[in-house]
C-alpha cells in the first residue's frame, strides 16, 4: 500500500496537539460550526468516498505512527472490561434490534425496541396485484426493504413498518455472529 501521508517527517508534532485538543473539545463543549470545521473539505470529501478496507488500513497505520493517534483510538472504541481483563470493542450491533451502541454505557431497559418475530408477506391485503411470474418472487429481502408495508411481523401481527413489539437491552451480536453460518 503505498503511504498517503508520511506523518513521521513533518511536523508530527504539531499534529497531535491538534488530535489530543480535538478530542478535548468532543468530551466538554462541542464548536457550533461542527466538529469538522477545521479539516479541509477536499480531504472530508475523501473520507467519505475511500473504501472501508482502506480507511481501515490508514486508521492502524495512523495509530502506529502518532501516539496521541492511538490514545484518541483507544478512546473512541475500546471500553475497559474490568480490573483483569483486557479492554475490549466499544461499539458492538445489537443482535435484537440491528442498531450500533455502546458497551461503556449501563444497559437500560427499553433500551432496545425490536421485533422478536419475522416478517412475513402479506398476501391478502399487501402483495395484492404482485404477479410473481413477471415481479419475481414476494419474499425477498429486497422487498422487505423497499416494501415492508406489504408485510406482516409473525410476533404481533402489525405491519412491517410498525415499530418493535418488545422493548428490552441492546445485547452484541457477536455470540450468534459465531454460530452462524458463512
Ligand atoms: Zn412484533
Ligand atoms: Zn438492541
Known amino acids: 500500500m503505498p503511504a498517503v501521508i508520511d506523518l513521521t517527517n513533518s511536523d508530527s508534532d504539531s499534529s497531535e496537539q491538534d488530535i489530543e485538543s480535538r478530542s478535548n473539545t468532543v468530551s466538554s463543549e462541542p464548536p457550533n460550526d461542527g466538529p469538522n470545521s477545521s479539516i479541509p473539505k477536499p480531504l472530508v470529501k475523501a473520507v467519505s468516498s475511500v473504501s472501508e478496507k482502506r480507511l481501515r488500513e490508514i486508521v492502524l497505520d495512523l495509530a502506529a505512527q502518532v501516539p496521541a493517534a492511538k ?31 455502546d458497551m461503556g454505557e449501563e444497559r437500560e431497559d427499553g433500551e432496545c425496541v425490536y421485533h422478536p418475530g419475522e416478517m ?18 414476494v419474499d425477498t429481502e429486497e422487498n422487505r426493504r423497499q416494501y ?24 452484541p451480536a457477536r455470540a450468534s455472529r459465531k454460530r452462524a453460518r458463512h
Not at 408477506?121 to 418472487?137: A, K, L, N, T
Open 71 to 101: 490514545q484518541f483510538l483507544e478512546q473512541e472504541l475500546l471500553v475497559a472490561n474490568g480490573a483483569k481483563r483486557p479492554s475490549t470493542v466499544r461499539w458492538e450491533t445489537c443482535e435484537k434490534c440491528a442498531e450500533e451502541f
Open 120 to 137: 412475513m408477506p402479506d398476501y391478502e391485503e399487501g402483495f395484492v396485484d404482485w404477479d410473481e411470474s413477471c415481479h419475481g418472487p
Open 148 to 171: 415492508p408495508e406489504n408485510f406482516i411481523w409473525t410476533c404481533c401481527d402489525e405491519l412491517g413498518t410498525a415499530s418493535g413489539c418488545v422493548r428490552d437491552e441492546h445485547a
